[in-house]
DNA sequence: AATGAATGAGGGTTCATTCAT
DNA sequence: AATGAATGAACCCTCATTCAT
């Protein structure tokens, strides 16, 4: 998005330095708690010349999402044309969507976080990505519901739980290298594909017991909101 | 400066009311990005008056986090001690934690966003209850794990999975009875506890077709940050 | 300045207590930096109560001067009537006035601090009353230089001198009995009017000496504010 | 948030001038009851401008206070060096501190009424560098003693005389002209060092008579709080 | 004799943004 | 390509005072 009409040849190079200080600041204080100042600091530059770079602050923020969000929808549609299995799509789909957490981690944080503050036009645009990301899921969680490998399920609660299980996981990891993307991608497909597969397993019986337990326990209230004191 | 000594029988109506105000704006705005005349206008009083209830804008912040930690911690204390299998024990905690969430859905969006708005000791305190959250859902874990009913699993990564799935739902879930949480609670436990069950299952192939699929197809590169606009 | 028409036996009571404490935080912060607040904390009254009592804040400074300027004022005339030697009447005054300095050391800081802030009428009448007292300095001097027990001076510079020594007493003194009225009189007054006297004394040549300095070296500056560097 | 980097010509001049401005409203009102909005308008800046000269309020505090300090702690320091009779430094300290005090009167009435104002370390710094002034009095004091030119006197008692009469000066003296430094300090040291001399001189039955005359008349209070409405 | 609640103006400070140079 | 200076609105918060009860 160059605003002025003649640049320099650093100018892009600067432009993105500033971007990725702003993506730091803003993942570590949020966008709101951030000022154009810090900014200007963390960059080397003062307020004024800041502006000749970045036209606004809520252009950095849309900046900042379009860089996890082009890639993403990017590889997803690549993925999703791919001429294998819709489970292995998803394998591959989520060990993306990690590694993109992983690496671009404050970039995730602004994109999770500060996405509401984004005004108008931006925002419509990025809900319409968003929307079209968990298409993309829904489709593939749909395609293997028809053939047979996920048992019939809520097609749009089974994305949910993917989204969960993944878009979750930028709250509490650190970018030390103690997990990496193939990894936590096993871990957490194995989990959800495991749960979503036709044949029921031997826990099947849990809701039962649910029932059982409350009907024996009327007493006990396990809503956190009904004060339950009582049994103090 | 304490609160004044007393108080009239309508102050603490009035002050949980304006928290009510306050959580709405927040969870819609974000802390930072809500003014302190905004909350005035929204629970009909003017600044000073305002301060007269709340004493501080952190204070709202504060008060919004008890109210989903204190009887989120009771709640999960209190399964945590039933004389019942883990795995049902587990369930019941998701189904409480569910609840909160639905229920109190702007508080959640701030419990989620706004803690690290939280100075220093408000901070402290609060990590500290999360931390003993996390612990009774990891010693649960354990617990299944010890009887054979899980198989063994990083315990972390499994609370973390957990975790995911259920703290992540505020992000879409939205007020108006489409979800419950004892449905809800059912769907992620039979995903989550199926996945983490002992036996493996049918789809234990994937990992072996994901490496052969990156094996016969090296020049697809589906790493989002890699560029590959090769294909474009 | 009773102003509710009726009052119960504890009122006045009540009343002197309050600027009592007001006086002490006055003193301690500044008129204009304590708060209406702190004084009914202090006075353990709610700040509604306090209004009954005082009326307003600029009240409070009012009868904080009266309390120092009744006595003093009382106490000068008395003194300026005895029918004893000018300088006895001198030394006389300066141990009344030491005397409530010390013993009244807050309403003092607040006399000499924070009488600007008091509005038209108020301050119109305290300054008259300091100049009466002023007067009475400046006539007994006068007397003394008649009698001819003082040199000849300009009387209003001698009263200042006089004031000058005494007044800015406050500033150091502390009211833990160090100093004593008696003592710090017997020493004011030693200095004083051994200065006044008539008799020139043996450091009389010191302004000659003082120009024989200036003209033996007129390369030192030793204006403050002449920069000066150069010797440097 | 230090001061931005670079400056214009003009900042340092247009900085001067609005602490000039600021100690005129000071020494008016009061530190604590000066509005940043009133100096903003006593120097034709808006709020905002104004803070991109001073940082902050209690800044200009500390800076009046400099202009104090500084400038004489410097002069203190040259004149104690001097190689002259201490009671000739003593007269030239006596009148480079009346020309400082009559020169800068809004500064020393912001200095000698707000410097408890500041909080922590300026404060701290201050408190030490007038307590590093005080000691070069005391000092020259002591000379002057030892060369026999002083009697043995209370050496800090001697040095609060000598600071009483000086530092009380601001509190009456106009900056009209109608006094200078050189006479003022003429007078004072005239008194002063007289009343210091070794010798005693002709008043100094004036204890004696104090005593006698209570005696004689041992019904006459004349302690300003004792009441003595009797006589009224 | 005292309270709790409210007001409304003002406190000091920071904000994102603009623009002539 | 960048600066220093300015704006004006908004920031969170405290103030002295009032008044029905």
């Known amino acids: 998005m160059p605003r002025p009409p003649g640049h320099g040849p650093g100018y892009e190079i600067k432009r993105q330095e500033i971007i990725d200080r ?52 990017r590889t997803a549609r690549r993925i999703a044309r791919l001429e294998v299995d819709p489970v292995l799509r998803l394998r591959l789909l989520s060990e ?21 503050m984004l ?43 993917f ?21 936590l991608s096993r871990e957490y497909c194995a989990t959800l594909f495991t749960g979503f597969r036709a044949a029921p397993g031997p826990v099947d019986d849990l809701e039962e017991r649910v029932l059982k337990f409350r009907e024996q326990h009327p007493e006990i209230v396990l809503d956190p909101l009904e004060g339950g004191e009582t049994e103090a």
């Open 22 to 73: 702003a993506a730091e600041l803003f993942a570590r204080k949020g966008y709101a708690a951030t000022g154009i100042n810090e900014i200007g600091g963390a960059a080397g530059l003062t307020k004024g010349a800041l502006y000749y770079y970045i036209g606004s602050k809520e252009n950095l923020l849309v900046e900042i999402q379009s860089r996890v969000m082009r890639p993403l929808l």
């Open 96 to 116: 993306a969507l990690l590694s993109i957490i992983l690496r671009r981690l404050d970039h995730i944080w602004v994109y999770e976080h500060d996405y509401r």
């Open 119 to 161: 005004g108008g036009d931006n925002r419509t645009r990025l809900l319409r990505q968003r929307g079209e990301f968990e298409g993309i899921i829904s489709n593939l969680l749909a395609e293997a519901m028809d053939s047979g490998e996920f048992r019939e399920m809520n097609p749009r609660l089974a994305m949910l739980q």
């Open 163 to 183: 989204l969960n299980m993944h878009n979750h996981t930028y709250q509490w990891v650190r970018p030390d290298g103690r997990w990496d993307a193939g990894y």
